[in-house]
C-alpha cells in the first residue's frame, strides 16, 4: 500500500486534483425513501413507484449486500493509492425512518476549507447529516479542521410539499431547501441548479454562504424531471467536463463562465440500465457520474466498455469497478463519495 498524502491543512474546491481525503458511504440498511406522491413521479419509474410509498421500506437485502461490497471495494482501491478514506457511521435507516448512508455527496459539501451542510426537502432526510456523520463533524468543530455551516431547521408543519398544479418542481419556495449534490466545485466558481430538491431559497442561501473570493454560477436545465447536477455536469480535469444533453444544453453551460472556455463533451451513450439489480432511482445520466482520482485516473463502471475507451481516447486511465448494486440505490461513484480533501491547484 503506497504512503498517504499529508498536507498541513485540509482543503478542496474542484473535483479533479489528487484526491488526498474522501468519505466512502455505506449501503447496509438502505430503505427507499419514503416522500410524496407527487415527489416521487418526477425521480422514480412508474413501475417502482409503490415501493417508495411505504415507510421505512427497505431494500432487497440482496442488493444492499451487493452494494456493501462495492462500496467496500472502492474504498480499499482508494486506500492503495494513498488516499486517506473515512466510512460514515453505521445507521439502522428503517428504525430510523431514513433512506441510506450510501449518498454522501447530497449532504455536505465542501469549499475551500469550509464544509456547507444541505437543508434536506424529503423528511426522512432530516437527521442523515447527524446520524452519518456526527463523530466526524464534532472532531472537525474541536480540531478547527474546517469551517461548519449549516442552514436553519425547517418549520413544522414544513409547507415545502405544497406546490399548485403544473408547478415547475417538486417543491416551492416557502424555506431553504437544497442538497449539496445540487453543486459541483470549479475552483473559484461553484456551479449549481434549481432542482425537485433544491430551490431559489436555497441557492440565494448557499451563494451568500461560500467563502471569501468564491463565485455561485446557475445553469438552468432542460427539464423539470431531474436532480443533483453531477447527473448533468461531472468535471474530469481543469478545463474538461462531461455533462448529459438530455439535461442541459451545451449552449446553456457555454453561457456560464469558466465553462465558456472548456472542452465539454457528451458521454458515448447513456448509460445501460440493466434489469437487475432493479434501477430503482438510477438513469442514463449515471454515465457520467464518475470520481476523479488525480486529473488523470477515473473510476467508471466495469461494464461499460464505451465509457472506458471514450475515456482512455482523452487520455485518462480508467479504473473500470463494479458499482451497479450502489447505482440502483440512487446515485455513482461521485454520489456516494464525498472528498474532504483535495491537492491545491
Not at 474546491?13 to 455505506?26: A, F, K, M, P, Q
Not at 454515465?287 to 461499460?304: M, P, Q, S
Not at 480508467?318 to 440505490?329: E, T
Not at 454520489?335 to 480533501?341: E, P, S, Y
Request: glycine letters at 6%; aromatic letters at 8%.
Amino acid at each position: 500500500m503506497r504512503k498517504p498524502f499529508t498536507v498541513d491543512k485540509p482543503f478542496s474546491d474542484n473535483e479533479w486534483s489528487r484526491l488526498i481525503e474522501v468519505v466512502v458511504g455505506r449501503a447496509s440498511h438502505s430503505c427507499f425513501p419514503h416522500i410524496p406522491v407527487k415527489a416521487l413521479t418526477t425521480i422514480v419509474p412508474r413501475f417502482h413507484l409503490d415501493e417508495f410509498t411505504k415507510p421505512g421500506n427497505p431494500i432487497p437485502g440482496d442488493i444492499v449486500k451487493k452494494a456493501e461490497a462495492e462500496l467496500d471495494n472502492l474504498a480499499a482501491l482508494l486506500q492503495s493509492y494513498g488516499v486517506k478514506v473515512r466510512r460514515p457511521e453505521v445507521v439502522d435507516w428503517v428504525k430510523e425512518g431514513g433512506y441510506t448512508g450510501s449518498m454522501l455527496r447530497d449532504g455536505l459539501m465542501v469549499v475551500g476549507n469550509t464544509i456547507i451542510e444541505a437543508a434536506f426537502s424529503w423528511p426522512c432526510r432530516r437527521r442523515e447529516i447527524e446520524l452519518l456523520h456526527g463523530p466526524m463533524l464534532d472532531e472537525f468543530q474541536k480540531k478547527g479542521s474546517y469551517h461548519i455551516v449549516r442552514a436553519p431547521e425547517p418549520p413544522s408543519p414544513d409547507p415545502i410539499f405544497d406546490v399548485e398544479p403544473g408547478a415547475a418542481w417538486a417543491i416551492n419556495n416557502s424555506r431553504i431547501a437544497f442538497d449539496t449534490a445540487d453543486f459541483t466545485r470549479i475552483g473559484r466558481h461553484v456551479v449549481g441548479q434549481l432542482s425537485n430538491v433544491t430551490n431559489q431559497k436555497g441557492i440565494d442561501w448557499v451563494r451568500a454562504h461560500l467563502p471569501p473570493g468564491y463565485e455561485l454560477v446557475i445553469v438552468t436545465s432542460r427539464g423539470t424531471a431531474g436532480m443533483h447536477i453531477d447527473d448533468t455536469l461531472v468535471p474530469l480535469r481543469d478545463g474538461t467536463a462531461l455533462y448529459y444533453p438530455y439535461h442541459v444544453h451545451l449552449e446553456e453551460l457555454r453561457r456560464q463562465p469558466p465553462l465558456d472556455t472548456w472542452r465539454l463533451l457528451p458521454p458515448p451513450k447513456a448509460f445501460p440500465i440493466p434489469k437487475y439489480p432493479p434501477p430503482y432511482m438510477a438513469s442514463g445520466a449515471l454515465a457520467i457520474n464518475v470520481l476523479v482520482l488525480d486529473g488523470k485516473r477515473v473510476f467508471c463502471y466495469h461494464d461499460d466498455p464505451e465509457m472506458i475507451h471514450f475515456l482512455e481516447r482523452l487520455g485518462m486511465e480508467p479504473i473500470p469497478i463494479p458499482f451497479r448494486h450502489v447505482a440502483c440505490l440512487g446515485g455513482s461513484f461521485h454520489c456516494a463519495t464525498l472528498d474532504l480533501n483535495r491537492e491545491r491547484i
